[in-house]
């Protein structure tokens, strides 16, 4: 259980952070604290005396408690320090991006802070408070849900505000229009469906995230496929879920829907890894990839060729998107550092490919004719 005074001290300190008190605004007062929180004038003394301790706040005799501007501490001297934000450290396409972004920033001199938001808002409002908390360069974050409105927008203000430059990978929020190295979702996921309607695939469900930002252009492109070649799109083809069930809706709809008389012949992922979830039920349902049905995934990740049946997959730029975006904040950080604009550091938009490999063949109603 957090203690009266830690309540009233975090809670005057996010204020800080999320930029709703700004450099030398007065905060409010110990009268209005102790309305708010119902504690006594000694726990907001307490709280309020560890803030200005601390160098966030500091008071003007006989006029109030002040915000501090703790950035005009070190804006003439570079910390030599990175954030880098995943959803993920350890899992699936995120280490190949950290490997890229930590081997040229440390190439460069920089020590690197690796934070993990797990996809949960709350841990990323608490990460991006630890960042604002410290002297970094700059941060490289893969936005967390970056599909929904995000109510962690004002922290990213309050980094621009502080001079903090910050890049986005494989998504960003379209709110704040930032510096961002992503791969063209949209196309990515076109390509997957043309390829098994150019195998006269017709029933294609196609199994997406609704939480981030690359599952719904992936959905898009799927969409955009269907319309093109003039095949109608059943709605039911359409699976989203969310982050919190990844591992367990699109196996349980698979189930469901290859119990039945009519089955679709071609399946389109999100990713590899759900792919993978999708083979399992595949053979639990004894039908053969790509005999009985064809499978295409999105990342060409080491999961496309890890299971016995290799995994026809969209590429993903992975390592490489890592440096580049590690290239990227560092030029920011030189620019914050020497009062320089350049018109070089541009976002960038990586053009996938895709790679035929053996889970995809032609249509099985078609071979049977």
């Given at each position: 259980?957090?203690t009266?005074?830690?309540?009233?001290?975090?809670?005057?300190?996010?204020k800080?952070?999320?930029?709703?008190?700004?450099?030398?605004?007065?905060?409010?007062?110990?009268?209005?604290?102790?309305?708010?929180?119902?504690?006594?004038?000694?726990?907001?003394?307490?709280a309020?005396?560890?803030?200005?301790?601390?160098?966030?706040?500091?008071?003007?005799?006989?006029?109030?408690?002040?915000?501090?501007?703790?950035?005009t501490?070190?804006?003439?001297?570079?910390?030599?320090?990175?954030?880098?934000?995943?959803?993920?450290?350890?899992?699936?396409?995120?280490?190949?991006?950290?490997?890229?972004?930590?081997?040229?920033?440390?190439?460069?001199?920089?020590?690197?802070?690796?934070?993990?938001?797990?996809?949960?808002?709350?841990?990323?409002?608490s990460?991006?408070?630890?960042?604002?908390?410290?002297?970094?360069?700059?941060?490289?974050?893969e936005?967390?849900?970056?599909?929904i409105?995000?109510?962690?927008?004002?922290?990213?203000?309050?980094l621009?505000?502080?001079?903090i430059?910050?890049?986005?990978?494989?998504?960003?929020?379209?709110?704040?229009?930032?510096?961002?190295?992503?791969v063209?979702?949209?196309?990515?996921?076109?390509?997957q469906?043309?390829?098994?309607?150019?195998?006269?695939?017709?029933?294609?469900?196609?199994?997406?995230?609704e939480?981030?930002?690359?599952?719904?252009?992936?959905?898009?492109?799927f969409i955009?496929?269907?319309?093109?070649?003039?095949?109608?799109?059943?709605?039911?083809?359409?699976?989203?879920?969310?982050?919190?069930?990844?591992?367990?809706?699109?196996?349980?709809?698979?189930?469901?829907?290859?119990?039945?008389?009519q089955?679709?012949?071609?399946?389109?992922s999100?990713?590899?890894q759900?792919?993978?979830?999708?083979?399992?039920?595949?053979?639990?349902?004894?039908?053969?990839v790509?005999?009985?049905?064809?499978?295409?995934?999105?990342?060409?990740?080491?999961?496309?060729?890890?299971?016995?049946?290799?995994?026809?997959?969209?590429?993903?730029?992975?390592?490489?998107?890592?440096?580049?975006?590690?290239?990227?904040?560092l030029?920011?950080?030189?620019?914050?550092?020497n009062?320089?604009?350049?018109?070089?550091?541009?976002?960038?938009?990586?053009?996938?490919?895709?790679?035929?490999?053996?889970s995809t063949?032609?249509?099985?109603?078609?071979?049977?004719?």
């Amino acid at each position: 259980m957090k203690t009266k005074y830690s309540i009233v001290k975090e809670h005057v300190l996010s204020k800080i952070l999320d930029g709703t008190y700004r450099p030398h605004e007065k905060i409010s007062s110990e009268s209005e604290l102790m309305d708010q929180f119902g504690v006594s004038r000694h726990t907001i003394r307490l709280a309020i005396g560890d803030l200005v301790t601390e160098g966030w706040l500091y008071r003007q005799q006989g006029s109030g408690t002040y915000c501090a501007d703790k950035m005009t501490q070190s804006d003439s001297q570079q910390s030599k320090s990175i954030a880098i934000v995943a959803t993920y450290i350890s899992d699936y396409i995120f280490p190949s991006i950290i490997h890229g972004a930590e081997s040229y920033l440390s190439k460069n001199g920089y020590q690197v802070s690796l934070f993990s938001t797990n996809h949960d808002i709350e841990r990323e409002r608490s990460i991006l408070e630890s960042i604002l908390k410290q002297d970094y360069d700059g941060v490289i974050i893969e936005p967390t849900k970056s599909a929904i409105s995000n109510p962690n927008i004002k922290y990213y203000i309050n980094l621009e505000s502080k001079g903090i430059p910050y890049v986005m990978v494989n998504a960003y929020y379209e709110e704040l229009d930032p510096y961002s190295l992503t791969v063209d979702d949209e196309r990515g996921g076109y390509l997957q469906t043309e390829h098994l309607i150019k195998q006269d695939h017709k029933d294609i469900v196609g199994f997406f995230k609704e939480d981030d930002l690359q599952g719904i252009r992936r959905m898009k492109g799927f969409i955009k496929a269907h319309r093109d070649y003039g095949i109608t799109l059943n709605h039911k083809n359409i699976v989203t879920y969310d982050s919190s069930n990844r591992k367990v809706k699109p196996k349980e709809y698979l189930a469901d829907i290859l119990s039945r008389d009519q089955k679709p012949t071609g399946l389109v992922s999100y990713n590899d890894q759900i792919a993978l979830y999708l083979l399992d039920v595949i053979r639990e349902k004894n039908l053969k990839v790509p005999e009985d049905i064809s499978l295409v995934g999105f990342d060409d990740s080491f999961l496309a060729e890890l299971s016995e049946v290799k995994l026809t997959t969209v590429t993903h730029p992975q390592n490489v998107m890592g440096m580049k975006s590690a290239e990227m904040i560092l030029r920011l950080a030189n620019q914050k550092l020497n009062n320089t604009k350049s018109e070089d550091v541009k976002s960038i938009v990586y053009e996938p490919k895709l790679i035929i490999r053996e889970s995809t063949g032609t249509c099985p109603n078609v071979i049977k004719k």
